[in-house]
């Protein structure tokens, strides 16, 4: 990532897997998948597999966390070690710490904390295969898994990410386009208000391009939108609450 690669990643307008710029990866999910959590998901993000699991409200461990105003909530990012192509070392790392934070950070903009004051309500996102883009796909799943469990929220949080590749800026770069590319900003909406409540950047952009990257990100994360609502619907039927 970042710099010039002589990498070649676009030909003939098309990206090595035969997307076109502005095109997502394919993207499943399933609302409601675990018997034991309180909410779970699954989603398929191109070859990204992950698996969400909410617990709560539930009683804060330890007690002296507990917020007499509102609930708190806890998120852990979790990449198996089998999710890479090396064997992953097994447990947190400094990465996953970082994303962990941040998706709690943007998960907190929406759930109704308040509602439900010394008490924790806890995200477990497990990474099964990773293919680049695994903190959008985790948190994407998060969010409709805190649906699935009744938490009450604002609206859902949906993550997707845009980069550049070959000096073109592209949706969701996939597993080479992130090890060859020259950028890429992660970012997670509130769909019905349009406000960005994560955003990262890796590599570099000019204004221009950053304009473009984030139309396109907003785009397709809006498309994913789409999918969480269906996967929701599929489990509950019916119409998915548009506030
Ligand atoms: P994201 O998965 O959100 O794009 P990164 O940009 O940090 O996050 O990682 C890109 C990809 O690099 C991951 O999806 C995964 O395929 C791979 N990767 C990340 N961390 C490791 C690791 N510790 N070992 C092997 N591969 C990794």
């Not at 070392?89 to 907190?108: M, T």
């Not at 796909?137 to 997707?160: E, H, K, Q």
């Not at 909406?189 to 990257?213: F, K």
Request: glycine content about 8%; overall charge negative; aromatic content about 4%.
């Amino acid at each position: 990532m970042g710099g010039v690669s002589n990498v070649p990643l676009i030909k003939d307008g098309k990206r090595l897997d035969g997307r076109k710029p502005d095109e997502l990866r394919d993207v499943r999910i399933e609302a409601g998948v675990l018997e034991r959590a309180d909410g779970s998901a699954y989603l398929e993000w191109g070859s990204n597999k992950v698996l969400a699991a909410v617990y709560g409200p539930q009683e804060v461990l330890p007690k002296h966390l507990s917020d007499p105003t509102k609930a708190v909530l806890t998120y852990r990012y979790n990449m198996a070690p089998f999710s890479v192509d090396d064997r992953k070392r097994p447990g947190p790392d400094r990465r996953s710490v970082e994303i962990s934070k941040i998706s709690a950070e943007a998960l907190e903009k929406v759930v109704l904390l308040e509602q439900f004051p010394n008490t924790m309500i806890k995200v477990f996102v497990e990474v099964l295969q990773a293919e680049a883009g695994t903190r959008c796909a985790a948190l994407t799943a998060a969010s409709v898994a805190l649906a699935d469990a009744g938490i009450p929220m604002r609206d859902l949080v949906v993550a997707c990410a845009a980069g550049k590749i070959n000096d073109t800026v592209v949706l969701d770069l996939g597993k080479s386009e992130d090890n060859f590319g020259q950028a890429d900003v992660p970012i997670a909406i509130v769909p019905h208000t349009g406000e960005i409540v994560l955003m990262q950047m890796d590599g570099d952009l000019t204004r221009d391009e950053y304009t473009q990257a984030l139309d396109l990100a907003v785009k397709g994360s809006m498309q994913v939108y789409e999918l969480q609502k269906d996967a929701l619907k599929r489990r509950y039927g019916g119409v998915v609450d548009e506030q």
